[in-house]
């Protein structure tokens, strides 16, 4: 086999085998395949796409290059989440013990913050003591005794995807479909569980423009899902603004709390109820959507759900008191006001102007290797659809400093808002559902 062979192949239309994809990640692995070929043949995917079997071969090589979790030794069917990435998004926190609650066993690894994006880990991280290491044992144990653990990423998990993807980044063939549907279900796959819910971002702030597009990313998703045996649904919900009102690490750790107290912002809990239902539905502990939903909102309402926190965070070595008084979270020494210069209606909230906001603040990672403030971010007051006047506050930054850079932050906040004269229309924020089955459309 030559690689400039497969190259020419899939540039001309044509659809490569598995073993011809194999092929091409296992060299490209080696460092036998330069970059130079590994771009012509993105470059050509890119034009002109793949199929579904040559997605899902192409996931399975690429969650074969490292290592694979075997969750075999976990009673049940384990099921993970994923979302395409939003600012302000610690559905994890919320949906571990939520899920966990129903009995559906959560085994998820999680990332670190880069750029404009958090981490869930460094979230779990700003309650001190808590452990987001632990041995393959201990992971096991906690599962089958707790119905939860959440672990940092393995360094080895779908390294082709590692490689690929920064080469994707730096030649123009990140925004294809059968790309990035491979890229997120590789890791998802080599994560090892038995089902997937996939949180699907759409809008402005997100990967995906439109929902028609975003709809296409997810069924590729679950298709690759359904053709490895792996049960796989979908949520597409907007993004045209942060989910919730906190954006940092201990910040995001407190609206968790309140969530799972059945106190928290209206968006952040409806995405959750909808996603865990899902996760539910998948783990085989409720007949229905809406049979999981009522089960979820009860767990919620009598304390199950944040019993199953407390336990969660005490078994990672961290202090459940927090959950009793959140006050005891790493807390920012100064509050600083972001008021809005005109009036009118709040039409968009630029969700990655915000992230990077929290990150220059301190809440987040500029570069790998950065050390991050647990303390920081900005707490919105106002989400889209409301009414503001000049002179009223946006948002509240959580600052160690009053520097020129925060008053940079200031601005940045001011200008992610977009206030308009008129009302906007009310935009939904759950928008469809692709499982094996299709798609279904909240709203019809
Ligand atoms: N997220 C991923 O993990 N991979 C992509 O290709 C795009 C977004």
């Not at 001190?128 to 144990?141: K, P, S, V, Y």
């Not at 979908?234 to 968790?256: C, F």
């Amino acid at each position: 086999m030559r690689s400039v062979d497969l190259i020419q192949k899939k540039r001309d239309g044509g659809e490569l085998t598995a073993s011809e994809l194999t092929y091409l990640i296992d060299g490209y692995c080696r460092g036998d395949i330069p970059d130079y070929q590994m771009s012509a043949w993105a470059m050509a995917v890119f034009f002109q796409g793949m199929t579904a079997e040559e997605t899902a071969a192409l996931t399975l090589a690429m969650a074969a290059s490292g290592d694979q979790v075997d969750l075999g030794p976990i009673s049940g069917i384990k099921v993970d989440k994923h979302s395409t990435g939003g600012v302000g998004d610690k559905t994890t926190l919320i949906l571990a013990p939520l899920v966990a609650a129903a009995g559906v066993p959560v085994a998820k690894m999680s990332g670190r913050g880069l750029g404009h994006t958090g981490g869930t880990i460094d979230k779990l991280e700003s309650i001190a003591g808590f452990r987001t290491e632990l041995t393959r044992e201990r992971f096991i144990a906690q599962v089958n005794e707790l119905g939860a653990a959440v672990i940092g990423q393995s360094g080895n998990l779908a390294p082709a995807d590692k490689k690929l993807y920064a080469l994707r980044d730096v030649t123009g063939t990140v925004e294809s479909i059968p790309l990035i549907a491979s890229s997120v279900m590789s890791k998802k796959i080599a994560a090892g569980a038995d089902a997937i819910v996939l949180d699907v971002k759409t809008g402005s702030g997100a990967f995906m423009k439109t929902v028609a597009h975003s709809e296409e990313l997810a069924k590729a998703m679950v298709d690759i899902g359904t053709e490895v045996g792996r049960h796989t649904a979908a949520v597409i919900s907007d993004m045209d603004q942060p989910l919730g009102y906190a954006i940092g690490n201990s910040l995001e750790v407190i609206e968790a709390i309140a969530t799972l107290k059945g106190e928290g912002p209206e968006d952040l809990t409806e995405l959750c109820l909808a996603l865990g239902a899902h996760m539910v539905v998948l783990g085989g502990k409720a007949p229905s959507i809406e049979a999981a939903r009522e089960l979820l909102r009860g767990l919620i309402e009598d304390g199950t759900a944040l019993a199953k926190l407390r336990a969660f965070i005490a078994a990672q070595g961290g202090d459940p008191a927090i959950v009793d008084d959140p006050s005891t979270l790493p807390q920012a020494p100064l509050r600083i006001e972001v008021t809005a210069t005109e009036g009118g209606y709040v039409h968009a909230i630029e969700a990655e102007q915000l992230g990077i906001a929290a990150m220059l603040l301190g809440a987040g990672r500029a570069t790998k290797e950065a050390e991050i403030d647990y303390s920081v971010g900005v707490m919105l007051t106002k989400k889209t659809g409301e009414r503001v006047d000049a002179g009223e506050v946006l948002a509240v930054l959580h600052a160690r400093e009053q520097d020129r850079k925060t008053a940079e932050v200031v601005e940045r906040v001011r200008n992610a808002y977009a206030i308009q004269a008129e009302r906007p229309a009310a935009r939904p924020l759950l928008l469809s559902v692709v499982t094996a089955d299709g798609i279904t459309r909240y709203a019809e």
